[in-house]
């Protein structure tokens, strides 16, 4: 049974599933932290894998980036593959000051440009909230590991590149954003349509106050150490 944009047989996908947005970053998870490793979809080469950790079934599916194509796969594995826990594991950009290059950003909740969220309720504001189980567990383990991770809300943002004398990072500062990225609201509103659990967890690749940018060893590292703390904190050992 395939869907549109997974060539997959039912039972493919585990119930648990890492959405990094790059499919080449979804085949280094598995091919890294899982074992027992098959690629369970190549269509437009949107690669996802399934595998086991500490015994257990986990799969990994790239997202692409924006609210559009992670809704397309988050609805196939959740409708059509019986997905029911979806992390996202990406980057962000940090809007406030005491966020650092390399720190974990943990989204509560996500504000939006995008409109999906009010056509999916006809007009009315949906609170893109993360999954209250997936969310204590992951910062639960965090604090085990003394790691840095910041909870709050983060900014689903349809442009990357704002245009030029733009005010949005300065309006997100002041209501408080930890961070801008481009898919959270997307995911949890799908998430709450089709009644699976969601969580954004994003590495801040970017400090956009400071203008400082994460180089490329440094991105590979701590996104290492965002993956380990989801693994650990959502599969038993
Ligand atoms: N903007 C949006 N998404 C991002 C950024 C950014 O600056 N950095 C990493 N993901």
Redesign the pocket.
Known sequence: MSTPHLQAEPGDFAETVLMPGDPLRAKFIAETYLTDVTQVNEVRNMLGFTGRYNGHPVSVQGSGMGVPSIQIYATELIKDFGVTRIVRVG???AIQDEIDLGDVVIGLAAGTDSTVNRRRLEGRDFPAVADYGLLRAVTDEAQRRDMAARVGSVFT?DI?YEPEGSNTFALLERYGFLA???EAAGLYGVAAEYGAAALTVATV??Q?KRGEHMSAEDRQTSFDDMIRLVLDALIPS
Do not use: A, N, R
């Open positions: 980057s962000c950009g943002s990357f801008v990225e481009m690749s970017d956009l």
